[in-house]
């Protein structure tokens, strides 16, 4: 039959992929479909800042880093597809900012010893790094962003939330379920009324949740969304006249985009975020000087400073001083992903290395070992003024519910290494 | 010269019936079987399980069962995400061990299924849910068959997402396939051999078509066929219209659940319903079996190639080959599958399935088309 020849001509093509002495970071991004608006800027910073690092430092320890860009749209079909085509280049750590790929990638990448990074997305509980040995979420999961905000309202109402009404408008996917459960804890610990409104994908539709929004009128509405999910709540808040500074998204729900859409409206909505907002940091005189002037930027280069730019930033600079990490513990310019591994799990970030790259306090300093992928949790958060258009850090990074979290995170990650057979241990 | 019926004698009725009676193309058919069995596990590696071969073998068994339905019988149907998602889940309950609970308390607990039992239960458990939604299909027709089936679609997404015992009350509502092996071998988990889990979706592949090719010629195909042509025709010379309408629903879901199942178990590895079985992957089989060609075995298997092969072969060219940016690359993705789609309906209305016959009957007269 014929379709057998084609494929075979198909795959012969892709056996020839260039193995070069390079550190070989891949960008499972996605420039199309109903999250591009987040994914564009994410993949740009990603690939800027290793851009800056070969142009300015000669690369990581005297090694060039290169980029290697697969489209996934979001998808976990297309996730699986580029996660193996990557595989050949020999990536050392897979970012797939997609939390329905990333439980795909778990198994998959602890069986092919490639550590993964998933920065404030992803399964929570891989904070457990004695269960999952390659996965990290550090610096902040979606607990801490619950946690969080509801620390954040505490501190607005003298550390008492007893009688207040809190609704949770989530996507509907393993993303927006993640926070329900540290939520329905919180309502018990402080005593507020827990409300669930899930909005299915993509989220253009929600006038339903809203009328109930307007019709239970709950103190505060916290949003787990993503893509255009966030801009038509944002939108929808402002139709029912939601007190904007009342509304709190985690940190996928809080960019530009969001926010745009609703003009004036939008004004004092909210946003967490565990790492800095805005251009004003050195770092940026260095990708104008050596990536933008250099004609390098990735994408279109109009995303510099955005939100979700900054992010994919921080998580190139994270990936880039753990591949330095490991070079030191194992003593080799050229690492492979097991010894990035390695350097992920001994990752540390202090004020001085941040303030020696150009970004100081631009995130939370933690510590990453062997037992704990995730950090400390620390966050902070944001609000958006429509009249400048910038997002500005209102309440520094804090610590979150750490007891509550932990035991949460313990219960999951024992469920899981029961199912899969794992003994705990720190390898 | 190829395809030459000359000299080819059949003897006996069952030569005569033969799915392929023509030498070359039985000698073809077993040359293909041969190396998809012999030579291909030998020489694949995990991109070529997991990017191509899976989705295509996979897709392949979902192209059969809707072509049953939409091309054979002639109801259409955009349930195929609601239906493949019954199959992933009952597999999953299946091989985890289904949970019975009354008022609050375990009653018992089922025995956890071997992994290919548990995607057969798949199969079996997606043939009643689709005779039920096929119910309606006795009274209403056409495009509102259609508005009934995307009710389904709806429903059974919205019901996997609401329903926590269907995902074993995990947090995430996600449902990820433990590691399940067969006659020692793993089939299921991060750690399976790329062989392994391409000969076990095979055999369901080649199994599943089989079934599916005797099953339409036989007297249910030619009584499904009937209905389609004209249902009140069929009814007067005595095809029972609930019979053959559900028997092919049954037939249909049947092949759509087992392919669910293998999408969940051994090709994805977990899954979130709204994301894998959406509305997306209703059309997008139903688009491989027009494209394929309705109402042929062959062109399911044309229509899972070509949708599945073009956009990685468009992927391949444009990125790796010519180094464009990986957004242009998948935005021409789009472009190219749609005007193929268009052009396919306009040039060849029946599909690839035509074009290989066409071709077939321009070979058996090579060289001397007079």
Redesign the interface.
């Known amino acids: ?4 020849l ?2 075979m001509a ?2 012969a ?2 056996t020839a ?1 260039p193995v070069l002495a390079e550190l070989v970071f891949p960008s499972m ?1 996605y ?2 479909g109903p999250y ?1 608006a987040g994914g ?1 800027p994410f993949a740009d910073g990603y690939a800027d800042y290793f851009t800056l690092l070969n142009a300015r430092y000669g690369g990581i320890g005297g090694v060039m880093t290169s980029v290697p ?3 996934t ?1 979001y ?3 297309k996730g ?2 580029c996660y ?2 990557l ?2 280049s020999g990536g050392l750590v897979y970012q797939p900012l997609s ?2 790929i990333t ?2 990638l778990i ?2 990448t ?3 010893d490639i550590p993964m990074h998933t920065m404030g997305y992803g ?1 929570t509980s891989a904070k457990n790094g004695e269960v999952f040995t390659h996965t990290f979420n550090y610096p902040a999961n979606y607990w801490d962003g619950a946690s969080g905000a509801i620390n954040y309202l505490l501190a607005e109402n003298d550390g008492d939330l007893s009688g207040k009404k809190i609704a949770l408008v989530y996507h ?3 993303y927006g ?2 926070p ?2 540290t939520l329905t804890e919180l309502s018990a610990k402080h005593g507020f009324t827990f409300n669930e409104m ?1 909005v ?2 993509p989220g253009q539709e929600q006038k339903s949740q809203w009328l109930q929004i307007r019709r239970d009128r709950p103190d505060y509405v916290i949003m787990y969304g993503w893509g255009v999910m966030n801009q038509v709540a944002i939108q929808e808040a402002a139709n029912i006249r939601f007190p904007m500074e009342n509304f709190i998204g985690v940190w996928w729900s809080g960019s530009e985009n969001d926010v745009l859409a609703a003009g004036d409206a939008a004004d004092g909505y909210k946003a967490l975020t565990f790492h800095g907002v805005g251009r004003d940091f050195p770092i940026f005189d260095d990708i104008q000087t050596y990536v933008v002037d250099a004609g390098n930027a990735a ?1 279109a280069g109009d995303q510099i400073g955005t939100v979700s730019y900054n992010r994919g930033m921080y998580a190139a600079m994270l990936a880039a001083e753990a591949a330095k990490t490991a070079q030191e513990i194992h003593g080799v310019a050229d690492i492979t992903p097991s010894q990035m591994r390695d350097g992920m799990a001994a990752l540390e970030i202090t004020e001085e290395k941040m303030a020696a790259l150009g970004l100081p306090n631009f995130g939370p300093s933690f510590k990453v070992s062997c037992q704990n992928h995730g950090g400390d949790g620390m966050v902070g958060m944001t609000q958006w003024d429509a009249s400048t258009q910038t997002w500005s850090l209102i309440s520094d990074f804090s610590p979150t519910d750490s007891e509550l979290i932990n035991a949460l995170v313990a219960e ?1 990650s024992a ?1 899981y290494a029961a ?3 794992i003994t705990p241990e720190c390898k | 010269m190829f395809y030459r019926e000359a000299g080819d004698y059949s003897t006996t009725y069952a030569q005569d019936q033969q799915t392929f009676p023509i030498k070359f193309d039985r000698y ?1 058919y077993y040359v ?1 079987l041969f ?2 069995i012999f030579v291909v596990p030998f020489v694949i590696n ?3 399980v ?4 899976l ?2 073998l996979i897709y392949a068994i979902a192209a059969l069962g809707l072509n049953i339905l939409v091309g054979y019988c002639g109801q259409v149907s955009l349930g195929t995400g609601g239906f493949m998602a019954v199959g992933a889940y009952s597999c999953y309950k299946f091989m985890t061990g289904v949970d019975i609970w009354w008022g609050g308390e375990l009653l018992f607990r089922l025995p956890e299924f071997n992994i290919f039992f548990s995607v057969i239960m798949g199969g079996i458990m997606t043939a009643f849910v689709g005779v039920l939604f096929g119910l309606p299909s006795l009274r209403i027709k056409g495009f509102y068959l259609a508005v009934a089936t995307l009710a389904a679609q709806f429903f059974l997404v919205w019901l996997f ?1 609401r329903v926590s015992w269907f995902y074993n009350y ?5 449902i ?1 396939a ?2 399940r092996d067969l006659f020692g071998i793993l089939i299921t ?3 399976v051999q790329p062989w392994a889990a391409y000969l076990f979706c095979l055999v369901f592949t080649i199994i599943s078509a089989y079934i599916a090719r005797n099953l339409t010629r036989g007297a249910s195909g030619r009584k499904w066929m009937a209905i389609r042509d004209m249902d009140i025709a069929a009814e007067i010379i005595g095809v029972n219209p609930l019979r053959a309408k559900l028997t092919a629903f049954m037939v249909s879901s049947f092949f759509i659940g087992i392919s669910g199942a293998l999408f969940f178990a051994v ?6 319903v ?3 079985f ?1 509305i997306q992957k209703s059309f997008l089989v139903l688009f491989m079996i027009i494209i394929g060609g309705l109402g042929s075995i ?1 062109g399911s ?2 229509g899972a ?2 949708l599945v ?1 073009l956009p ?2 468009l ?3 444009g ?3 010519l180094g464009w ?3 242009i ?3 021409l993705q ?1 472009v190219i599958v749609g005007a193929l789609i268009i052009v396919f309906l306009i040039a060849e209305p029946h599909g690839i399935n035509q074009l ?1 016959r066409v071709a077939k009957e321009k070979l058996r007269l090579w060289p001397f088309p007079h």
Not at chain 1, 1 to 4: E, G, L, N, V
Not at chain 2, 50 to 53: C, E, P, V
Request: with cysteine; aromatic share 10%; proline share 5%.
């Open positions: 039959m014929t379709f057998k084609t494929s198909v795959a093509v892709m992929s991004s420039r199309t591009a564009i860009e697969c489209e749209a998808n976990t079909e699986v597809e193996e085509s595989k050949g939390t329905g439980y795909q198994p998959k602890t069986a092919d399964r509907n996917s393993a379920k993640e329900i459960r899930p299915d994908h994408g999951d469920a199912e899969n057979n | 073809r293909v190396i998809a995990d991109y070529w997991n990017a191509l071969l989705p295509f997402n995990s947090a995430s509502g996600q990820s433990p590691e988990g991060p750690s090709y994805l590895g977990a899954v979130e709204g994301e894998a959406g062959f298997f044309a190639a070509f092969l990685v072969a992927k391949v060219v990125v790796d080959w940016p990986t957004d690359v998948a935005h789009l290989w």
